[in-house]
């Protein structure tokens, strides 16, 4: 059985830090494309950052040079370090696995960040 879990949300202050953890289990980690999306309150689901196997990156504008994907293929897990956090970043925010040849997408069940004082 396929599983994403997200990990690592919680209640952090503007400019603070957080470092979010999917772990997978059920695949072979090596032949998804790993990403991270976020939905804040009446909003669409907003891409975020996306890292390949071979761990080439990409980002949104609104958090390149804040956020970092990176991904650790021997545990079967993607993060997002997120640095200079805003009120905005405020979100659910899920991890994303799309095999790279048969495009079968999964969907973690999202962890929770709030950015408050």
């Known amino acids: 059985q396929v599983q994403l879990v997200e990990s690592g949300g919680g209640l952090v202050q503007p400019g603070g830090s957080l470092r979010l953890s999917c772990a997978a289990s059920g695949i072979i980690f090596s032949s998804y494309g790993m990403r991270w999306y976020r939905q804040a309150p009446g909003k669409q689901r907003e891409f975020l950052a996306a890292?390949?196997?071979?761990?080439?990156?990409n980002y949104v504008d609104s958090v390149k040079g804040r956020f970092t994907i990176s991904g650790d293929n021997a545990k079967s897990t993607v993060y997002l370090q997120m640095n200079s956090l805003k009120p905005e970043d405020t979100a659910v925010y899920y991890c994303?696995?799309?095999?790279?040849?048969?495009?079968?997408?999964?969907w973690g069940q999202g962890t929770q960040v709030t950015v408050s004082s």
């Open positions: 994303n696995a799309v095999h790279i040849k048969t495009l079968n997408t999964y």
């Open positions: 890292i390949t196997s071979g761990s080439s990156t």
